[in-house]
């Protein structure tokens, strides 16, 4: 079992910055790949970025490139995602998850951090 636990959402103006951090603990593994997915109210979840654990390559939603960075520390169990240039469109609820490199769906999730950015 791998245990998710998100922190750092909160209320921000259009263009400014956040910082979401993800902890993980339990069975954690250097096979794992760390995700970001969010969700909109009325909307389906939607993935935002993932990272290996393990070598650090990354991928992003063509809607978050260039704005938000995902990384990782692999001393702290911790992932990060720094958002900026917020937009209110990046309104949602936003979810750590964890799967395998076998797997394709994400296996572990976090209880989720509301983000809200005012336009």
């Known amino acids: 079992q791998v245990q998710l636990v998100e922190s750092g959402g909160g209320l921000v103006q259009a263009g400014g910055s956040l910082r979401l951090s993800c902890a993980a603990s339990?069975?954690?593994?250097?096979?794992?790949?760390m995700g970001w997915v969010r969700q909109a109210p009325g909307k389906e979840r939607e993935f935002v970025a993932a990272?290996?654990?393990?070598?650090?390559?990354?991928d992003y939603a063509d809607s978050v490139k260039s704005r938000f960075t995902i990384s990782r520390d692999t001393a702290k169990n911790t992932v990060y995602l720094q958002m900026n240039s917020l937009k209110p469109e990046d309104t949602a609820v936003y979810y750590c998850?964890?799967?395998?490199?076998?797997?394709?769906?994400?296996?572990?999730w976090g209880q989720g951090t509301q983000v809200t950015v005012s336009s």
């Open positions: 339990g069975r954690t593994s250097s096979s794992y790949v």
């Open positions: 990272i290996s654990w393990s070598g650090g390559s990354t």
């Open positions: 998850a964890a799967r395998t490199y076998y797997e394709s769906e994400y296996s572990y």
